[in-house]
C-alpha cells in the first residue's frame, strides 16, 4: 500500500470527503482509494487484518483486526447487527 493511496483518506472522516480529496489532488497511485471510498459511501463494512502494515494505518480507512479469528468474529458481528451477509476474501 502506497503513500499516495493513504494520503487520499488523511483527515477524512466520511468517505465523501476521500472522494474530495482524489479530485483535488489525484495521482494515479490514488486509484485503490478511489475504488475503496466508492464501496464505504454505500455503506459496506470492511475490517482487515495484515501483518506487514500497522493498525493505525489501516485505521485510517477500514476497521483494522488482529488474525483472521478475530475479522470473522467483528465481520459476524457487523453482519448481526444489519442481517448482512459476509464475504471473507484472503
Known amino acids: 500500500m502506497g503513500e499516495d493511496m493513504l494520503e487520499a483518506?488523511?483527515?477524512?472522516?466520511?468517505?465523501?470527503?476521500?472522494e474530495t480529496n482524489l479530485r483535488n489532488n489525484y495521482r494515479i497511485q490514488m486509484d485503490h482509494a478511489f475504488l475503496l471510498s466508492s464501496i464505504l459511501e454505500k455503506g459496506v463494512k470492511i475490517v482487515a487484518y495484515s501483518p506487514n502494515i500497522p493498525p493505525k494505518v489501516i485505521k485510517e480507512m477500514i476497521t483494522p483486526v488482529g488474525p483472521v479469528q478475530e475479522g470473522l468474529d467483528v465481520a459476524l458481528q457487523f453482519s448481526t447487527r444489519r442481517k448482512h451477509k459476509v464475504l471473507i476474501y484472503p
Open 9 to 18: 483518506f488523511s483527515g477524512a472522516i466520511i468517505p465523501r470527503e476521500v
